[in-house]
């Protein structure tokens, strides 16, 4: 389906007035073979601590982040950020391994027990990668047929009422025509009046009021892809629920980021100016961000007033005036070490993809992103920030797949691999069952 479809999809977006990009390119530099060595090299360590594994349905799909410090070949790995359903870039990995991820999302339907199950797939407004979810509800429409001959996929706009009657379902949209139809019942979210018995992704549920509410009491019966993401959206508690696991986590040489919460304009300037003191370099980062959006460097205290104003800016440009940019996290510059990529020095980055199987959360592959600008000194966003989007578009040039030659450019071993693909899992498996207590520990610093 995946190498059949995929093209086709994105060839004829532009005759619809919704062009598309192609990960091909990036997709073309990735060695599945080897890419399956390292899943498996992960799959063995965790074999050893059982700490990939969850029994409760808040975790199914996502990715995380990792920068590198290498000095004479000792690693050093840092966690940069986690990432939920809503995850994107699934098409650059190869295609086997492109649905083992989409396995991860279709796990949910193993936590329901009803004949005719209602799943509905919401996508960020104009996303350029819509067809991942296209060929994502293509995936659940196969497993549905499972359910009954008459499963059905629909797009949002063509819903009718007889559609949510008597058959499985998926339905699929933009955020901007799904949320307004959805609505609380029973403890259920609806569409139309029909309960929904799972949701993808967590972009959509951070928009409904209704879900934030009745997440934090946990009476939700609706199934969130996924429902963590208060932790996956804020960057401090990504970096709080790596503090708690890091006796877990340090096995495999990740070193904890130092950071702070901030809650309002002032309080974010009072503690940048604090970092400062102890930290020649900072970053800010908005709460629920994505492609980079409000992240900036500040390295001196001149520049804290311009920078948080810029950011917020940058913020509200992209999510609206509406949208809450706190609490926003500051953390230190972490030592990352780069490497000579088009004759200069440039930062880099590995996003580990992650899925759920059975009660596991297992690696699915990966891809690395290299900075826009080359690094010569000082930092600026654009030589550390590494997004492929958030700039111009989505730059696939400065994706990298899974290869002998990209290991040896990034001066990574294959354990090194298999020691962040552990780490994602472990990670995001902690995050599932220590919930509560990552939530509680952050209040600690409001």
């Known amino acids: 389906m995946f190498d059949k479809d995929v093209s086709r999809l994105i060839h004829f977006s532009s005759f619809f007035g919704f062009p598309q990009i192609s990960l091909e390119p990036i997709r073309l530099r990735q060695d599945s073979a080897l890419a399956g060595d390292l899943i498996q090299g992960a799959i063995n360590k965790l074999k050893t601590t059982n700490s990939n594994v969850t029994n409760k349905p808040s975790f199914f799909a996502g990715s995380v982040d990792f920068m590198v410090k290498n000095i004479a070949g000792k690693k050093t790995f840092y966690v940069l950020e986690t990432n939920g359903g809503s995850s994107r870039g699934f098409s650059a990995l190869p295609f086997k391994h492109w649905r083992q991820a989409y396995d991860g999302y279709t796990e949910t339907l193993n936590h329901i027990h009803k004949k005719n199950p209602l799943v509905v797939l919401a996508s960020p407004n104009s996303d350029l990668l819509f067809y991942e979810k296209v060929l994502l509800a293509e995936h659940f429409l196969t497993k549905l047929k499972t359910f009954s001959e008459k499963a059905k996929t629909v797009a949002i706009n063509n819903l009718e009422p007889k559609d949510l009657k008597g058959k499985p379902l998926v339905v699929i949209g933009d955020y901007q025509s799904i949320i307004p139809r959805v609505k609380l019942s029973n403890n259920y979210l609806t569409l139309d009046g029909k309960q929904i018995d799972v949701l993808i992704g967590d972009g959509a549920a951070r928009r409904c009021a209704a879900v934030v509410k009745h997440l934090h009491k946990k009476s939700l019966k609706t199934i969130i892809v996924n429902d963590v993401f208060f932790i996956t959206d804020d960057k401090s508690l990504t970096y709080q629920a790596v503090e708690m696991a890091n006796k877990t986590l340090g096995l495999h040489g990740v070193e904890p980021i130092i950071f702070k919460r901030a809650f309002s304009y002032e309080d974010l300037y009072f503690k940048c100016r604090q970092a400062l003191e102890e930290l020649p370099e900072i970053l800010i980062k908005p709460h629920g961000g994505s492609g980079g959006s409000g992240i900036d460097i500040i390295t001196d205290k001149r520049q804290i007033k311009k920078k948080i104003e810029s950011s917020i800016s940058h913020y509200h440009n992209k999510f609206g005036q509406n949208r809450n940019p706190y609490p926003y996290t500051i953390c230190q510059r972490v030592e990352a070490t780069p490497i000579t990529w088009n004759d200069s020095l440039r930062h880099?980055?590995?996003?580990?993809?992650?899925?759920?199987?059975?009660?596991?959360?297992?690696?699915?592959?990966?891809?690395?992103?290299?900075?826009?600008?080359?690094?010569?000194?000082?930092?600026?966003k654009k030589s550390f920030v590494?997004?492929?989007s958030g700039y111009e578009g989505v730059d696939t040039d400065r994706g990298l797949g899974v290869s002998k030659a990209s290991l040896a450019l990034l001066g990574l071993s294959k354990n090194d691999f298999a020691?962040?693909?552990?780490?994602?899992?472990?990670?995001?498996?902690?995050?599932?069952?220590?919930?509560?207590?990552?939530?509680?520990?952050s209040k600690k610093d409001a």
């Open 386 to 388: 590494v997004n492929l």
């Open 419 to 441: 020691k962040m693909f552990a780490v994602a899992c472990s990670l995001c498996a902690y995050i599932s069952n220590n919930y509560q207590e990552i939530m509680l520990a």
């Open 348 to 380: 880099f980055d590995i996003r580990v993809y992650i899925g759920r199987k059975g009660k596991a959360i297992v690696p699915t592959g990966a891809l690395m992103r290299i900075a826009l600008e080359p690094f010569n000194g000082y930092f600026t």
